[in-house]
């Protein structure tokens, strides 16, 4: 470890205090959460299972645009374009050219990759809103394509995704508890993918930057190459989860790409916690069901879900995590 990343740490280590105070009791949070989620299957009912699903692919793809917003403090409003290239890369592969989903799925990541890194190249030269707005335009230049290739079949979008083929197994992903625990998996690599780069030098210079990228420039290193390293990890992991939906639903279509999806995104970010890795979860978790329990009562859901929002934004500062880390620490203060 050099001497600088050294001094990030200690600096990123001091901003994150009441994060580190509260770190002990977090992962006993975590591992009750995992350990619910094992048996949830066991007490629960299918409907139950699907709305656990689709938390566990919301949670994927915010926990993605997190590691941006959160840990390098830029804002995207485009990151649906991942999501929607995951969904239609398999799409493609698997029902125009008849690729297994043991090739097609690497190769949708590669490419998501590279075109990720393209674009941020781009994007990351600019800050701000500047940034905000040239993610949004580049999102809608891929749902613009997305609607006219006919490679993608318009506005109709290609249906037959196929999921995992877990026969091998005497199992089928076709069962709800099956399907459920293959999504749960791969939910459960992304965060401690991330968890790896949020707490290896590398994640350190990402804060670096978020909290003064001026003095992470003079302290030597390369600010632009880690900027799109970050946006590149954080559009593959959104491309994993629209990989998820994609096959959850057998569907894929344009609106997936939509500066809406991008958007929700930002609201499980923000209701969750940014600078947290849990936080993105906890927000899809509040996001889902808030939204499924308001439009079972509504059906002007929308508007009910806005002052939701407005009031989680008023009142918890920093979403549930933060709201959770304010109360750990005062709690420290009294002892």
Known sequence: MTDDTAMLRATTSTIAGPADRAGLLTAGLAVAC????????????????????????????????????????????GHAMFYGLGGYGIGIGTAIYGWPLW??????????????????????????????????????????AAIKMRLTNGTDGMAGVPRPDLTPLGISAESPAVFYYYVAFVAVMVLLLL??????????????????????????????????????????????????????????????????????????????????????????????VVKQVLSLITGEYNLFFGIFFMLV????????????????GRRHERA
Not at 108 to 126: D, E, P, S
Not at 243 to 269: A, C, H, K, R
Not at 313 to 328: C, K, M, P, S
């Open 103 to 144: 090739a097609s799925v690497p190769v949708t990541l590669c490419c998501v990759g590279v075109i990720a890194a393209l674009v941020g190249a781009i994007c990351t030269r600019t800050r701000g809103v500047e940034f905000l707005l040239i993610t949004l335009a580049f999102s809608q230049m891929f749902y613009g």
């Open 195 to 288: 968890l790896r780069v949020v707490r290896s030098p590398f994640g350190s210079v990402l804060i670096g930057i978020r909290e003064n990228e001026r003095r992470t420039i003079a302290m030597g290193y390369a600010v632009g190459a880690y900027k799109i390293g970050a946006f590149t990890i954080s559009g593959v992991i959104c491309a994993v989860a629209g990989i998820l939906q994609s096959q959850y639903t057998y569907f894929i279509n344009p609106d997936s790409m939509s500066w809406q999806s991008s958007g929700e995104g930002i609201l499980m970010v923000i209701i969750g916690g940014a600078n947290a890795v849990l936080g993105p979860f906890i927000g899809a978790a509040v996001f889902v």
């Open 34 to 77: 995992v350990l619910l989620a094992i048996a949830l299957p066991t007490f629960c009912s299918d409907y139950v299972l699907t709305i656990a699903v689709e938390v566990l692919i919301a949670g994927v793809f915010a926990a993605g645009l997190n590691l941006l917003i959160g840990y390098t403090g830029l804002s995207s409003a």
């Open 313 to 328: 934004v008023a009142f918890f500062r920093g979403g549930v995590v933060g709201a959770f880390r304010t109360l750990i």
